[in-house]
Structure formats: C-alpha cells, structure tokens
C-alpha cells in the first residue's frame, strides 16, 4: 500500500528466518493508516482487541485523532510464537475552524429530526461493520477528486458560533458536478439519496475493515454491492445535506474509528 511519507518499519523475532518478521507500512501518526504483514496463518491484536488479518498475514491499524503516544500490537504466530511490540504514535496539533451560515436545524437539530437522524446513524455503522478478509486497499489510494483544500482532519469545529465535534474527514471544494472516484478498490457497502448531515452518500469497503465514505455529493453513480475499481467514477460533487457550498467530505475508516485520509495520499495532483 502506497501511503504518505512511507515507512517501513520491521519487527523480527530472534530466531530462525522461518520465524521470520511482521511488517508495517505507512506512518505512525494520529489519524494515520498502516498496513501490516505478518507470517501466514497468524492472528493478531491491538491495543488488546482482536483483529481481522487476512489469510496471507495482511491486516490493518488505525490511530484515532486522539491516540496516546504508544500503541500495542501482539500476533501470534500459526506455530504459537507471539511477537509484542510497542509502536510511537507521533502526536498533532489540530486547527480551529469557523463555519457561519449553516441552516439552524443542521447545526442543532430539533426532537423531530432526531429520529431520522439515529435511524440513519445505524445504517451507517452497519455498513462500517462489513467483514472481508480480502485486503481490497493493498494496490493503494488516490484522491477522489480534485479541488480546493477547505477543511483538514482533526480541527475543532464551531458551528454558527457553536462548538461542535472535532471534523473527522478531508474537505474538498470543486464546482458542483465535478467528478468523485472510488479511491481504492472495494465493495460499495452503502448508497444513501438523501442524509440528514451528510445527503448524498456512498461509502465503499476496501476489506480488512478499512472503509472511505464520500458525501454532501449531488448524484451518485453505483449501487450498494457493486466492486468499484480505484479511479472508478462513483458520483459527483455538489451540497447536499450539511453544507454552505460545493465540496466532497471524504473520510477513512478502520473498525469504525475516523483516520485522516490524507495520511494514505501524496499531494493531490495539479489540475491538467
């Protein structure tokens, strides 16, 4: 997997080569993705918890925007060695951001969007929840679309003079109907026409419980179910749901927990 300011860093246990070594790829950060290698046959958790790794020792770890300064990985081994290493999370500083005139209900709803508003929470949770143990993401990601960076991962957000939570994705600003693509292989594991927050939704499962979700798009082109092929047309920008203008929310996922898309992407390429 091709991610920003690769690194590799290698664990080997003391003994024979055939014992051999778990590897890991990307960039210890808040935020950040990395994607692991170990022995066929393996097991392995994280911070205590198990994870999904797949049949050729591929899995993935995620670091909330908040992640203490180490992280623990231990994985077994199919011939029961257990390897256990500590891992530095590399610590950020986040950015405040003003957003004013937003609809008053998209900023504090009223009792009688909040049914809608729960109902759509937990399709969306369902479709994070999606298992494969095919690691769809290994050929990598790219940028879903092209446009003006307007808001990072991580920033604490006020909302018409109100603070809220922290944003957890990567805003894109482009003219509406400017094209989205998945931004890697994967399974669409949910479409959504109209969002409460989000409107126009589609979020797509790249295996290992890595996931992207797109929204705020104005149409959408693939269904739930559909195999999307990195670079592959899914939708269009535009503002729909909770927006002041036309922008892509793109967001990353593991197990859940909200990574900085930016972390598993170079600079976005210059418009040609």
Known sequence: MRLRGFLIVVIALTGPPAMAQITLSGEAIQGGLLQGRAPAGSTATFQGKKIAIAPNGTFALGFDRDAKPSASLSVRTADGKVITRQIAVKQ???????????????????????KRIIAENKLLVAARR?????????????????????GTYGSQRILNGKPRRPH?????AAPTGTPVAAAADGVVALTHEDMFF????????????????????????????????RGQL????????????????????????????????GPM???K
């Open 269 to 271: 390429p210059k418009k």
């Open 234 to 265: 899914i939708g269009h920008i535009g503002k729909t749901g909770r927006s002041t203008g036309p922008h892509l929310h793109w967001g990353l996922t593991w197990r859940g927990v909200r990574l900085d898309p930016a972390t598993v992407v």
């Open 92 to 114: 950020r500083k986040y950015k405040i951001q003003r957003i004013d005139g937003l609809p008053g209900r998209k900023v504090s709803p009223k009792k009688r969007d909040m």
């Open 168 to 172: 957890l994705g990567l805003d894109i």
């Open 198 to 229: 989000t409107g126009k939704t589609v979020l797509i499962d790249h295996g290992l419980e890595v996931g992207t979700t797109y929204i705020h798009m104005s149409a959408i082109k693939v269904k739930n179910g559909q195999r999307v092929r």
């Open 130 to 150: 999606r298992l494969s143990l095919e690691a769809l993401f290994e050929n990598g990601f790219i940028w879903p679309a092209k446009g003006r960076i307007s």
